[in-house]
DNA sequence: AACATATTGTTGACATATCAACAATCTGTA
DNA sequence: TACAGATTGTTGATATGTCAACAATATGTT
């Protein structure tokens, strides 16, 4: 059985969770009501995002890679995107599985249109926070993944 | 045009804004993982975590304010949990458009055996953090949780 | 060359999420 | 009472996400 100063303290823990993922919650949705005014969800303005400077494009798997998703998720993200003309897909030359999705003229612009107010809100968003505060709640942040990732890597070990 | 200080400051933002999603995707997807031993999605889970110790049952709607998600969300998952067996819908004496939801034994059963281990793995998250730590990161976030809805209030004036 | 193995993108089944629209029902007020 | 307006849960359309399985294609080894 627990002291209740123990338990007090895995209550705060527990709060200090639930917290945090509220908290990226609410700046996911405050991001959704935004890219909305261009039709755009942030899965696809992350896509465009990571494609911006990159002429040759990037392929399906490493899109999925660094957007932290399942391949056959970009499959999809790509066909929308490509319908609305805002990425295309290229042959690569060695390789005839693969695509290299690259951002249109068209997906270019509306980038541009977009990028000053998206920095200018991502930069509101810390207002009332010093740069101190910012580098401390990163490395919190950095810890908490790393224990989270071990504890996911754990876990198949118990599985049933 | 922006001096190089102010937007070394801004990009320390961004990347702590990044490093805050990824982290609470992290943490998510290791709560997948875990719940995955008993065939529950998280969203599940937090359904009959809701419910413990509520004899009575939660309205829908009311599910859904405290989930923070849409009315139309709760009915498939209330559909999920009851055709497993794990909650129940009650009619409500006075009203006969809702609903409670109720988690029945067998549910009620289920949480118990999750719960310890749950708990245990919500504990071992904060690893290497002071209870400190821990106040001064929620602090920071519920600031960030009031801009984000802050700003997500105000973007109605502008789109389009 | 031949063969095992890995990788790429797609598909299908499903859960979760959004939103708009709807019928049924409640509530407050004329 | 009557009726306007709000609320409850559901449905359908769509986007996003998971996973497993697949064909096509590359790659590495014998």
Known sequence: MKSPLESAAARRRYDALLQLLGTA?????????????????????NVLNLLRGVPGGISQTELSRRLITHRSNVTGLADRLERR??????????????????????????????????????????RGLSLNHVSRLTSKLQALARNAERIAMELPERVK
Chains 1, 2 share one sequence.
């Open 85 to 126: 003309g805002l990425v295309s897909r290229q042959d690569v030359a060695g390789d005839r599985r693969a695509y290299r999705v690259v951002l249109t003229r068209s997906g270019a612009e509306l980038l541009k249109q977009i990028l000053p107010e998206y920095h200018a809100r991502a930069d509101a968003l810390w």
């Open 25 to 45: 919650d609410a700046i996911w949705n405050a991001s959704r009501v935004f890219f909305a005014a261009w039709d755009l969800s942030p899965s696809q303005f």
